[in-house]
Protein backbone atom coordinates (compact mmCIF):
# COMPACT_ATOMS: atom_id res chain seq x y z
CA UNK A 1 0.00 0.00 0.00
CA UNK A 2 1.49 2.80 -0.90
CA UNK A 3 0.93 6.28 0.76
CA UNK A 4 -0.19 9.88 -0.71
CA UNK A 5 1.14 12.75 0.88
CA UNK A 6 -1.73 15.53 1.82
CA UNK A 7 0.42 19.00 2.10
CA UNK A 8 -2.06 21.20 4.91
CA UNK A 9 -1.07 24.57 5.19
CA UNK A 10 -1.10 24.98 8.96
CA UNK A 11 -1.74 28.43 10.79
CA UNK A 12 1.23 30.49 11.61
CA UNK A 13 2.60 29.97 15.06
CA UNK A 14 1.71 32.30 17.64
CA UNK A 15 4.51 34.28 19.46
CA UNK A 16 5.01 33.46 22.96
CA UNK A 17 7.31 35.49 23.82
CA UNK A 18 9.74 35.90 21.95
CA UNK A 19 10.79 39.01 20.92
CA UNK A 20 8.27 41.16 18.83
CA UNK A 21 9.89 43.53 16.22
CA UNK A 22 9.38 47.16 17.11
CA UNK A 23 7.01 48.90 14.83
CA UNK A 24 9.09 51.33 12.45
CA UNK A 25 8.22 54.97 12.59
CA UNK A 26 7.82 57.30 9.79
CA UNK A 27 10.86 59.06 9.22
CA UNK A 28 10.50 62.93 10.47
CA UNK A 29 12.57 65.31 8.56
CA UNK A 30 13.16 68.54 10.37
CA UNK A 31 14.94 71.12 8.79
CA UNK A 32 17.77 72.87 10.48
CA UNK A 33 15.31 76.31 11.07
CA UNK A 34 12.75 74.35 12.61
CA UNK A 35 15.25 72.40 14.63
CA UNK A 36 16.59 76.08 15.98
CA UNK A 37 12.69 77.23 16.90
CA UNK A 38 12.26 73.95 18.69
CA UNK A 39 15.23 74.11 20.85
CA UNK A 40 14.81 77.74 21.55
CA UNK A 41 11.04 77.00 22.61
CA UNK A 42 12.54 74.38 24.68
CA UNK A 43 14.99 76.87 26.15
CA UNK A 44 12.14 78.70 27.30
CA UNK A 45 10.26 76.02 29.32
CA UNK A 46 13.80 74.35 30.23
CA UNK A 47 12.89 74.31 33.67
CA UNK A 48 9.73 72.42 33.60
CA UNK A 49 10.30 70.02 30.60
CA UNK A 50 13.74 69.04 32.29
CA UNK A 51 12.42 69.59 35.68
CA UNK A 52 15.85 69.80 37.36
CA UNK A 53 15.81 73.28 39.16
CA UNK A 54 12.67 73.48 40.20
CA UNK A 55 10.24 70.79 42.33
CA UNK A 56 7.42 69.87 39.66
CA UNK A 57 5.23 67.08 39.66
CA UNK A 58 5.83 64.16 36.90
CA UNK A 59 1.98 65.37 35.64
CA UNK A 60 3.25 69.09 34.87
CA UNK A 61 5.97 67.66 33.44
CA UNK A 62 4.26 65.14 30.89
CA UNK A 63 1.82 68.08 30.31
CA UNK A 64 4.69 70.22 29.15
CA UNK A 65 6.36 67.93 27.06
CA UNK A 66 2.74 67.45 25.32
CA UNK A 67 2.39 71.10 24.84
CA UNK A 68 5.42 71.15 23.40
CA UNK A 69 4.27 68.58 20.95
CA UNK A 70 1.68 70.33 20.20
CA UNK A 71 3.37 73.53 19.72
CA UNK A 72 5.31 72.10 17.07
CA UNK A 73 2.47 70.79 14.96
CA UNK A 74 0.70 74.19 15.09
CA UNK A 75 3.71 76.45 14.60
CA UNK A 76 5.76 74.21 12.27
CA UNK A 77 3.78 71.65 10.71
CA UNK A 78 6.13 68.79 12.29
CA UNK A 79 3.81 65.58 13.24
CA UNK A 80 5.24 64.11 16.12
CA UNK A 81 3.73 60.36 16.42
CA UNK A 82 3.36 61.35 20.11
CA UNK A 83 5.25 62.34 23.07
CA UNK A 84 7.42 59.12 23.01
CA UNK A 85 8.27 59.87 19.55
CA UNK A 86 9.63 63.54 20.15
CA UNK A 87 11.97 62.78 23.25
CA UNK A 88 13.04 59.88 20.97
CA UNK A 89 14.10 62.68 18.77
CA UNK A 90 15.23 64.73 21.84
CA UNK A 91 17.27 62.07 22.74
CA UNK A 92 19.04 61.58 19.54
CA UNK A 93 19.40 65.17 19.00
CA UNK A 94 21.20 65.12 22.70
CA UNK A 95 23.63 62.22 21.90
CA UNK A 96 24.47 63.97 18.42
CA UNK A 97 25.76 67.20 20.44
CA UNK A 98 27.53 65.16 23.23
CA UNK A 99 29.35 63.47 20.61
CA UNK A 100 30.00 66.65 18.34
CA UNK A 101 31.35 68.71 21.80
CA UNK A 102 33.48 65.32 22.64
CA UNK A 103 34.99 65.31 19.35
CA UNK A 104 35.70 68.76 19.62
CA UNK A 105 37.65 68.52 22.84
CA UNK A 106 40.46 65.47 21.20
CA UNK A 107 43.69 66.81 21.30
CA UNK A 108 46.41 66.20 18.45
CA UNK A 109 46.65 66.58 14.81
CA UNK A 110 44.19 67.78 12.67
CA UNK A 111 41.31 70.45 12.43
CA UNK A 112 39.23 70.85 15.33
CA UNK A 113 35.50 71.82 14.80
CA UNK A 114 33.75 73.89 16.24
CA UNK A 115 30.46 73.38 18.20
CA UNK A 116 27.31 74.12 16.02
CA UNK A 117 24.44 76.60 17.04
CA UNK A 118 22.42 74.01 17.50
CA UNK A 119 24.39 72.16 19.20
CA UNK A 120 25.35 74.68 21.90
CA UNK A 121 21.32 75.01 22.00
CA UNK A 122 20.94 71.25 22.76
CA UNK A 123 23.90 71.26 25.11
CA UNK A 124 22.32 74.57 27.24
CA UNK A 125 19.19 72.66 27.17
CA UNK A 126 20.56 69.68 28.73
CA UNK A 127 22.76 71.41 31.29
CA UNK A 128 21.68 74.75 31.84
CA UNK A 129 23.20 77.65 30.88
CA UNK A 130 26.01 77.52 33.35
CA UNK A 131 27.25 74.68 30.08
CA UNK A 132 28.92 71.03 31.04
CA UNK A 133 28.40 69.93 34.53
CA UNK A 134 31.97 68.39 33.87
CA UNK A 135 33.51 71.68 33.29
CA UNK A 136 31.85 73.11 36.44
CA UNK A 137 33.15 70.14 38.44
CA UNK A 138 36.97 70.49 37.17
CA UNK A 139 36.82 74.58 37.96
CA UNK A 140 35.61 73.68 40.99
CA UNK A 141 38.12 71.02 42.14
CA UNK A 142 40.87 73.08 40.63
CA UNK A 143 39.37 76.13 42.85
CA UNK A 144 39.27 74.26 46.08
CA UNK A 145 42.89 72.62 45.75
CA UNK A 146 44.23 76.03 44.75
CA UNK A 147 42.64 77.11 48.03
CA UNK A 148 43.78 73.89 49.82
CA UNK A 149 47.41 74.31 48.74
CA UNK A 150 47.23 77.97 49.70
CA UNK A 151 46.27 77.40 52.72
CA UNK A 152 48.77 74.38 53.58
CA UNK A 153 51.85 76.82 52.17
CA UNK A 154 50.09 79.58 54.67
CA UNK A 155 50.21 77.22 57.52
CA UNK A 156 53.98 75.68 56.78
CA UNK A 157 55.08 79.19 56.41
CA UNK A 158 53.93 80.25 59.85
CA UNK A 159 55.95 77.17 61.45
CA UNK A 160 59.08 77.69 59.97
Not at 17 to 30: C, S
Amino acid sequence: MGRTSQTTKSAPKPNLGGVMKAKRRARLTIDANSKYQILKHMEGQRDLLMGSLRPCSSGEQKVAWERLVRWCADELQLKFEDVQHFRKVWGDWKLKAKKNEDNSKKTGGGLKEALSTIDNLVLDIEHGSGRSHRDYAVRTFYLENCALTYFLKNLLDRRT
